[in-house]
């Protein structure tokens, strides 16, 4: 079974999760206030031993969804970080990042 | 008791710092202190000083919601609360406490920074064991009370200077009212004091046993109990085991049956009544009719506080006292078992007011639901064990109203959710709870997850076979139905529903469902059926007693008539609508009820006054916060339109700001209808102030007396702007001379509103 990959971080053996979560009207300013709660609560967790990453959203406003991406070493920690950051969730995955390398490129 | 000098350092911290955080070991008096400076700030806080204790939340998840309840919002156009509460705190100036912080202070951190960020004039207190490490941040250690020191000549008056010392004989006089200080007593008096290091807390249990030890007697237990502290571990800081020692020391002083019951109470997270006590903590050993009596004496021993409810006595554990009753609990294995029972009498409770929602007593339990909020939440934050999560998931659907009505949506959205994961199997719960959490959705705009949840709810209600809970679930299908623009089979579900109903004799029910099958004729343009259906829907609602349901129906009703051009009809349906809300306190309700009269007085022709009632609609939605329902919004703008071409936009601008800033009353007043006199304002909710704090300061100064030349002089503005601020005043209050003005500054517009939401007076006042 591939090991996912992520960044170096040093953590050993982080995993990543894909958080769901239903995306209301926001304007740009409130998202942002929401992503600084996310970011901040990730680095007094990971402060604290919690060793939690919040990587980047991707959105699907057509839909109203939307996903954020964590490195964390579990999924309870992820829950923790999104719980402590009082965002609602409704559903966190185990995923496998697979971005395209160079190599893969060619035939 | 004293505290003065800290009471003046945080005057200034506050002054000058929008983030100043209290620290301190429990038991210290931080809360008490907080409080006071809070009072005190009110004068300078436009928008008041709100409170919002976090003692007994649990879950970090929640603190957005609880923040958001006490601020008096009622949210239900947003599944995120952030934006929500940035919102409503962006334009205002008030200081918001949050007690506390300790166990959540990750969130509270969190949450604090960006509020601080976006809103610029709200300013936090915050109390807790260590500080938020945020930056801006003033923190102020409170020390212990002043005690003496080791060595120091214990003389009566010099003693009396400590304040350690006078909170302990102050105290013990309330137990022993001929206690002195004497020469005699003075050496040993000091040594407690100096021994339970100043700790207001700790001096106050020690006073209470007095009575049985004397003061040397005292001083005897805590040589005994200090020998054996310093057997004991060293990492905890002395101050904790000092409490500790205190706590340990009066818990061994009760009797057998009252440590049952003390340690039993720390599962209550707040306040509760005696039923519940003996509900809960009642049972082998403790016969539950000696409950009362225990809980007496734990209360006069200064262990349980009281809390005065206007006519109603509730009791509470401070929290340094819970915090240590819980590891009692624990200890004795008990933890479990009393949460499990703690839970089942809230759900019995919920259970009660779910069979009397569509009743004349809905009005009554939501009001008593109300008071118990904090141990629903702790109720259903508890459920562990697997056979109870049914048990949970009864309680959270029975609750629905109350979560509905009280704008706690994303709240109980949030343990139907919550509950819902940990009950993959149990089916007719399981449909109940997704059906009431779809409702909830529905109410906020979810409109997807609400219609997945309709759908599996639907399934699984049709499989369980069970014919008294399907209506239920097809009643909120086809809400969902609707709101996915299927008019068709929102019909059909509703008939469905409808013919169940009508086979089981339930009235009340009938009338629900007759009425949405009127929203939607309503909506399909079908304006005479939709009157017909009404109509029937209000008489089995007026049967039932449903004040809530009927609120709606009247209002269906009037905008009906108002099509069909009966405006008089029309208006008496809106303002009974009107009226019943305002009973049920309905924000929504009213906003909407505000809005539609003001569509009426637009028909008429009287457009001054219905741009009044718009801009006192608007005033209304804001601070929900919400918008009109989509469907009602053309109506608005229609009126809006018509209202500007008429008056000319300044004067509907002036007209509107009228209805903004003035009071609900006075408005009302002009109907001068007797329905309306039921007057009762929402005690918590964030009022747009009349008067903007400068414009207060000149309203004042000209109910004193001067002219706008001297105020010019006092303020350092000039004539012009003085004059300008009093024409402002003028035009906001709708008054015509100064000294109407004074009149209004001397009836107490002026006056000092009280911090929200105070907490237990206790049993006897520290000072």
Known sequence: MERPRGRETGWGQPGLFLVERSLPEVGTEDLRACRTVLVETCRRLARRGHLVRYLRSILAPAEGRCFCLFEAPDPETVRLANETAQLPFARIYAVVDLPVTEVEGTT | ?767
Not at chain 2, 144 to 155: F, I, K, Q, T, Y
Not at chain 2, 248 to 253: A, G, K, M, P, R
Not at chain 2, 587 to 595: E, F, N, T, V, Y
């Open chain 2, 1 to 767: 008791m004293g505290r003065r000098r800290e009471l003046r350092t945080l005057a200034q911290l506050l002054a000058s710092s929008r983030l100043v955080t209290l620290v301190g070991p429990g038991g210290v008096g931080k809360t008490r202190l907080a409080l006071r400076a809070a009072s005190r700030a009110l004068e300078e806080v436009p928008d008041g000083v709100w409170l919002v204790e976090l003692g007994s939340l649990g879950s970090p998840a929640l603190l957005q919601h609880v923040v958001a309840t006490q601020l008096g919002l009622r949210p239900q156009a947003s599944t995120w609360l952030l934006p929500t509460l940035i919102d409503a705190l962006r334009d205002r100036e008030l200081l918001l406490v949050l007690d506390n912080c300790e166990h959540l202070i990750d969130a509270c951190a969190a949450l604090t920074d960006v509020l601080l960020a976006r809103c610029p004039r709200l300013r936090v207190l915050a109390t807790s064991r260590q500080p938020l490490h945020l930056e801006g941040e003033s923190v102020l250690v409170v020390p212990p009370l002043d005690a003496p020191e080791s060595g120091e000549a214990p003389n009566a008056e010099g003693l009396w200077e400590r304040d350690a010392v006078r909170l302990f004989v102050t105290r013990a006089r309330d137990l022993l009212p001929d206690f002195q200080l004497t020469p005699e007593n003075a050496s040993a008096v000091a040594d407690v004091c100096r021994r339970l290091d100043g700790l207001p807390l700790a001096l106050e249990l020690a006073a209470v046993c007095l009575p049985v030890l004397g003061v040397e007697g005292l001083c005897a237990r805590l040589d005994d109990r200090f020998q054996l502290l310093s057997r004991g571990r060293r990492s905890t800081g002395r101050r904790q085991r000092t409490l500790r020692a205190v706590f340990d020391w009066s818990y061994e002083l009760l009797d057998e049956p009252e440590r049952v019951l003390w340690r039993r109470l720390a599962v209550f997270p707040g306040s509760f009544d005696l039923e519940a006590a003996e509900a809960v903590c009642g049972g082998d050993p403790l016969p539950a009719d000696r409950v009362m009596g225990l809980l007496l004496e734990l209360v006069d021993r200064s262990l349980v506080s009281v809390v005065p409810d206007g006519d109603r006595m509730r009791y509470r554990l401070l929290e340094t006292v819970r915090a240590y009753c819980l590891e009692r609990l624990r200890s004795a294995g008990e933890e479990g078992e009393i949460r499990n029972r703690h839970l089942r009498w809230y759900a019995q409770l919920s259970a009660a007011a779910g069979r009397d929602w569509l009743g004349p007593r809905q009005g009554w339990w939501l009001e008593r639901l109300e008071r118990e909020v904090d141990n629903l939440r702790a109720a259903l934050e508890h459920v562990r064990d697997e056979d109870l999560v049914e048990v949970g998931l009864e309680m959270a659907s029975d609750l629905w109203l109350f979560w509905y009505a009280r704008g706690r949506l994303a709240t109980g959205q949030w343990f139907l959710r919550r509950l819902l994961e940990a009950a993959p199997g149990a089916d007719r719960s399981r449909a109940r709870a997704l059906a009431n959490a779809a409702y909830l959705g529905l109410a906020q705009g979810d409109r997807e997850t609400a219609a997945a949840e309709a759908e599996e709810a639907l399934g699984l209600a049709r499989a369980a076979g069970d014919p008294w809970l399907l209506p239920e679930v097809l009643v909120i299908g086809a809400l969902a139905a609707r709101a996915g623009q299927d008019r068709a089979r929102a019909e059909a579900l509703l008939r469905e529903a409808l013919d169940l109903y009508r086979a089981q004799g339930r009235g009340a029910r009938v009338g629900v469902a007759v009425a949405g099958l009127g929203s939607l004729a309503l909506e399909a343009g079908d304006d005479r059926r939709a009157l017909a259906l009404q109509a029937e829907a209000e008489a089995l609602h007026r049967a039932a007693g449903d004040d809530w349901n009927l609120g709606f129906c009247l209002f269906e009703q009037g905008v009906i008539h108002w099509h069909l051009g009966d405006l008089e009809e029309a208006r008496r349906r809106i303002v009974e609508a009107l009226s019943l809300r305002r009973r049920l306190d309905d924000h929504r309700g009213i906003a909407s009820c505000l809005d539609a009269m003001a569509w009426l007085f637009a028909t008429e022709g009287e457009h001054e006054r219905a741009a009044r009632w718009l801009g006192a609609a608007d005033a209304a939605w804001r601070a929900i916060p919400a918008t009109i329902a989509p469907q009602w919004q053309p109506y608005r703008r229609a009126c809006e339109t018509a209202c500007r071409r008429s008056l000319g936009a300044e004067r509907f601008r002036r007209a509107q700001e009228w209805g903004r800033n003035g009071r609900l009353d006075d408005l009302l007043a002009e109907l001068a209808d007797p329905g309306l006199a039921v007057v009762r304002a929402p005690e918590h909710a964030v009022r747009a102030p009349a008067l903007s704090p400068r414009e207060l300061q000149v309203a004042r100064l000209v109910a004193r007396g001067l002219t706008n030349k001297e105020i010019a002089r006092r303020l350092g503005i000039s004539p012009r702007t003085a004059e300008t601020h009093v024409e402002h005043i003028l035009s906001k209050l709708a008054l015509s001379s100064r000294a109407q003005i004074g009149a209004w500054v001397g009836a107490g517009e002026g006056a000092r509103p009280s911090v929200r939401s105070l907490p237990d007076v206790p049993h006897r006042s520290t000072g």
